[in-house]
């Protein structure tokens, strides 16, 4: 059962720029597609990016779209989310997640293993 473990969240102002990081352990991450999925305060979980097994696909959020990259690096074990021109709204905890199957990476209930979180702060 693959272990997944993030990194790299922190409070930064607005405009500027994280980057998170999903290392995992027990399973190697070549065999799921990826997501990245947070969860802002009082709200629920939402999906923000994903990366599919092959590294060939992404897929985002739409407010996401432009600022946020999401990749792999699967001789490190390690997903990516690189996030530019941050905004207030992007406050949240931020998770990583990994898909066995092949459901739409745009659901959240579609992956099975999930890191414990980083959390993300974005002062106006």
């Known amino acids: 059962q693959v272990q997944l473990v993030e990194s790299g969240g922190g409070l930064v102002q607005a405009g500027n720029s994280l980057r998170l990081s999903c290392a995992a352990s027990g399973g190697s991450l070549s065999s799921y597609t990826m997501g990245w999925v947070r969860q802002p305060p009082g709200m629920e979980r939402q999906f923000v990016a994903a990366i599919s097994r092959s590294g060939t696909n992404t897929f985002y959020r739409d407010s996401v779209k432009g600022r946020f990259t999401v990749s792999r690096d699967d001789a490190e074990n390690t997903v990516y989310l690189q996030m530019n021109s941050l905004k207030p709204e992007d406050t949240a905890i931020y998770y990583c997640?990994?898909?066995?199957?092949?459901?739409?990476?745009?659901?959240?209930?579609?992956?099975?293993?999930w890191g414990q979180g980083t959390q993300v702060t974005v002062s106006s």
């Open positions: 997640a990994a898909d066995s199957g092949f459901g739409s990476p745009y659901s959240v209930l579609a992956y099975d293993y």
